[in-house]
């Protein structure tokens, strides 16, 4: 299954930092780029925890088994619980 394109209003030309231009036209090329530019990664899926003000709360994770994956949640929690 192939993505659809987003209406031309929603798509843009992002410039990496070396100058070079990538034209975004779908949804997921605009977070694998985010995933890529942040996090230096382009797991599917990929896992991170951030504050609504932006902070990074635990170490993003690939696909794990169901055990780290709580126990990661539960961390994340945590230190969400000490910025308040």
């Known amino acids: 299954m192939t993505e659809r394109s987003w209406p031309e209003t929603y798509q843009f030309d992002f ?4 100058g070079r231009i ?3 036209n779908t949804i997921g ?5 985010f995933q890529s530019l ?3 990664s382009a797991s599917q899926p990929f ?3 951030m504050s609504p003000d ?5 170490q993003p994770i690939q696909y794990t088994d169901k ?4 126990n990661w ?5 945590q230190k969400f619980k000490t910025l308040k």
Do not use: M
């Open 22 to 24: 990538k034209t975004i």
């Open 67 to 70: 055990v780290t994956y709580e």
């Open 29 to 33: 090329e605009k977070w694998a780029t």
């Open 54 to 58: 932006n902070v990074l709360l635990n």
């Open 47 to 49: 896992y991170v925890l």
């Open 73 to 77: 949640l539960k961390q994340g929690l």
């Open 15 to 18: 410039q990496y930092p070396n």
């Open 38 to 40: 942040n996090f230096e």
